[in-house]
């Protein structure tokens, strides 16, 4: 929710690190949140993956073009069956995004947008300082927030702890990290239970998009 006639424009977090509030209005929020319960409902569904040393993500997540899971992308899912295509309303809003945020898209030659990531936390999940390092190629993540707020943690790229930000990021707003920032640490500290506008399309709990350019063949 913006309490503001107008959204402020965008706020640099870091050099390369984007946050454009208020970026999507109710009704495209809305239409992305029923879009990620068709998605949901596909195959490989939504998944608390396993971590190498054991434990589980607490965060439940979907893949569409390139099944990832920690921390490796592959063609098909586990099971052996193809991953979901990727939605080309994703390609666009990737580009749209990259285009509000830097004042110029990414470059023709450029690997495609081919990965989106969709997470759905409820009002305890958390996701711990990590990079997106399973790509090959270097155009930014545009990530997209639905439903409840949570507190962002944008870091650096050396290291897991300070000197980092936290940003809270809002249903309908959009963050993109580029450039310099593409390696940073980021995390997902806290859900602010209740805190969405129920227009949204979203009761309860918080979607995550990212929309990634995995440059893999
Ligand atoms: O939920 C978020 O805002 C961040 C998600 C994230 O970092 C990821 O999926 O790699
Ligand atoms: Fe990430």
Known sequence: MTDSLFPPGPVTVAPGAIHLPGRLDLDRQ????ERCRTWARLPGGMRRHRMPRGGRMSVRMLSLGWYWEPYRYTRTLPEGTPVPP????????????VTAAFGAPPPAGAPPYD????????PTARMGMHRDAEERADLPVVSISLGDTCVFRFG??????R???DVELRSGDVFVFGGPARRA????????????????????GRLNITIRASGLA
């Open 185 to 204: 640490y980021h995390g997902v500290p806290r859900i602010l239970p209740g805190s969405a506008d129920p227009a949204c399309g979203l009761a309860s």
């Open 115 to 122: 990965v989106a990531l969709v997470n759905f936390y409820d």
């Open 156 to 161: 650096n790229t050396e290291t897991r702890t």
């Open 163 to 165: 000197p980092y930000r």
């Open 86 to 97: 990727f939605p080309a309303v994703l390609g666009d809003l990737a580009r749209e995004a």
């Open 30 to 33: 809305r239409d992305l949140v």
